[in-house]
């Protein structure tokens, strides 16, 4: 039986399928207090955050939070990559989900359409509406299709599962790397731009959890909420 030892980290958990190439997580893992490997993937502890990284679809990342020693009171960021369904976005761009729903096999999860998701309310980010898939090319044009009539604006593979796991709505940024159409995915040529979307929105995070700790008193409004 898998029985993995629990292991504390600080109240803020950031969690990030992958960096893309580039000195940001070569830098992070230079200035972290505490590395460690976990299964393939990388764990990252600051002194207020912990981050981890390296994770490949929800099965790797909730048997990777089957780690964490009381997750239920940790404060959870996620950070990934996404399609576009629409035509609102023809470049790379970092964007904040506001809620997540169910495709596929995840249906099963929960009868909900959709589920919540906490908001930065700095409008730095556009709010988007996502939708969860559990494995590539599921998007046939009848699938576009459901899912434009829902108003679905972008697609990726983890958020939903990891919503309906933590039962409870968390913070999620995604940087747009492709546009989804009938005729398939068209990744988008602006890589530089995508480095820096995703730079923008790593730091934004940091600088939300920082202002967070730096006001412990809840009688302070705390933002997003």
Known sequence: MFRPRPFAVPPSLVLVPHFP????????????????DLLHSTLLCFENLAV??????????????????????????FLGSAGALTSRFREPAAVQVGEIRP?????????????PLKKFSSGAFPVVSGV????????????????????TDIVEMELFPLRWFLKKPFHALVVLSDQVEEKGILPFREKDKFQSEFHRAFQHITRYIHHEESHPDPRVRRRGR
């Open 132 to 151: 969860s898939v559990d494995l590539i090319q599921r998007e046939t044009p009848a699938w576009l299709t459901e899912q434009q009539s829902l108003r």
């Open 103 to 115: 495709a596929s096999i995840f249906k099963r999860f929960s009868r909900a359409a959709a589920l």
């Open 52 to 77: 981890i990284s390296g994770f490949i679809g929800y099965p790797h990342l909730l048997t990777l939070l089957a780690w964490v020693a009381d997750l239920a009171e940790k404060e959870v960021f």
């Open 21 to 36: 190439p580039g000195s940001l997580f070569a830098d992070l893992q230079k200035n972290a207090r505490q590395r460690q």
